[in-house]
């Protein structure tokens, strides 16, 4: 073994190294690293490429290889050759084939490093859409609660506590309010929902985006919601007093056209409206006006057979 090929494979033992990973790491063939080590230079196909292989083992091992070749001038193989030439060149035709080599150290390319990153730039572009959507969606509510509470306000200062709103049935009697009688004939297709006697709707109070009204004069309890303009109007309903999902959904043209549900058997129903300016609401048949002009409000009806 030559002092060169002595002093390469101390320094890749000590790096911790086989032949198998120089191999990995140089891209030279395990053969021609083992003949660099004995110091059977005959196995290698020249002088250059000897040079070129000596260079790039060094330089994998972390060696200077110009201190390198001083130190070990007398085994360097001498060549006429530029030695900072491409060294990708293959030898003469008739040779035999000979891995390209590079100069300076090499980091082998392992397949799909590439994919990681490509996922952590889909994961970044990801997360900003969720983040713009979030403070879009917050944008919205804060909106719709300045809204909803202007239009409170309004309803407040022009609906006052204890005012009503009577519907008249099949048998509605012509000395009623002009307004109710108005309301009471322009529906009285629809007036077989209600009992006979006179129904009425009484607002008891209103605080905030939230009005509590009072239903008598009627058996039945009959809510249809449906779309006043065409556009989406969302409503829920619930048992105030269980808390029991009774109805949830969107109206609109396009989408369904109505919801209808019986809450005769709830004493105290709960009316949820996210978009009141196009929502149409019935009671037994009759039209219900909304206490204001909220783009939100609750409606709470207690039923008193």
């Known amino acids: 073994m030559s002092e060169l090929g002595q002093a390469l494979r101390e320094a890749r033992e000590e790096k911790g190294l086989s032949l198998d990973d120089l191999q990995e790491?140089?891209?030279?063939?395990?053969?021609?690293?083992?003949?660099?080590?004995?110091?059977?230079?005959?196995?290698?196909?020249?002088?250059?490429?000897?040079?070129?292989?000596?260079?790039?083992?060094?330089?994998?091992?972390?060696?200077?290889f110009s201190t390198f070749a001083q130190q070990y001038a007398s085994e360097m193989p001498k060549t006429h050759r530029?030695?900072?030439?491409?060294?990708h060149?293959?030898?003469?035709?008739?040779?035999?084939?000979?891995?390209?080599?590079?100069?300076?150290?090499?980091?082998?390319?392992?397949?799909g490093r590439s994919s990681p990153v490509r996922w952590s730039s889909f994961i970044n572009k990801a997360i900003t859409v969720v983040f713009i959507l979030i403070v879009l969606v917050l944008v919205y509510i804060l909106i719709t609660g300045i809204m909803s509470h202007q239009g409170s306000q309004t309803g407040e200062k022009s609906q006052g506590a204890g005012s009503s709103v009577s519907f008249k049935g099949t048998s509605a009697s012509s000395s009623g309010s002009s307004s109710s009688?108005?309301?009471?004939?322009?529906?009285?297709?629809?007036?077989?929902?209600?009992?006979?006697?006179?129904?009425?709707i009484?607002?008891?109070?209103?605080?905030?985006?939230?009005?509590?009204?009072?239903?008598?004069?009627?058996?039945?309890?009959?809510?249809?919601?449906?779309?006043?303009t065409g556009l989406p109007a969302w409503f829920m309903a619930k048992d105030a007093?269980?808390?029991?999902?009774?109805?949830?959904?969107?109206?609109?043209?396009?989408?369904?056209?109505?919801?209808?549900?019986?809450?005769?058997?709830?004493q105290s129903l709960s009316l949820r409206f996210g978009s009141v300016p196009?929502?149409?609401?019935?009671?037994?048949?009759?039209?219900?006006n909304f206490p204001n002009n909220g783009t939100t409000q609750d409606i709470i009806i207690n039923f008193s057979k």
């Open 241 to 266: 007093k269980t808390n029991v999902q009774i109805q949830q959904g969107i109206v609109s043209n396009s989408g369904k056209k109505s919801f209808q549900f019986d809450a005769s058997s709830v």
């Open 89 to 111: 060149t293959l030898p003469p035709s008739g040779s035999e084939e000979v891995p390209a080599v590079r100069s300076g150290p090499v980091r082998s390319r392992r397949p």
């Open 181 to 200: 009688s108005s309301r009471a004939n322009s529906t009285s297709s629809s007036s077989s929902d209600a009992s006979s006697g006179q129904q009425t």
């Open 278 to 288: 196009n929502t149409s609401l019935k009671i037994n048949g009759q039209s219900f």
């Open 202 to 228: 009484k607002l008891d109070n209103t605080q905030g985006q939230i009005s509590t009204y009072t239903l008598t004069g009627t058996t039945k309890f009959m809510v249809v919601v449906s779309s006043k």
């Open 25 to 64: 790491e140089t891209k030279i063939q395990k053969r021609y690293l083992s003949a660099i080590e004995k110091g059977d230079f005959k196995q290698l196909p020249g002088d250059f490429y000897l040079r070129a292989f000596i260079k790039s083992y060094a330089e994998a091992v972390g060696l200077d």
């Open 82 to 87: 530029d030695t900072s030439a491409d060294i």
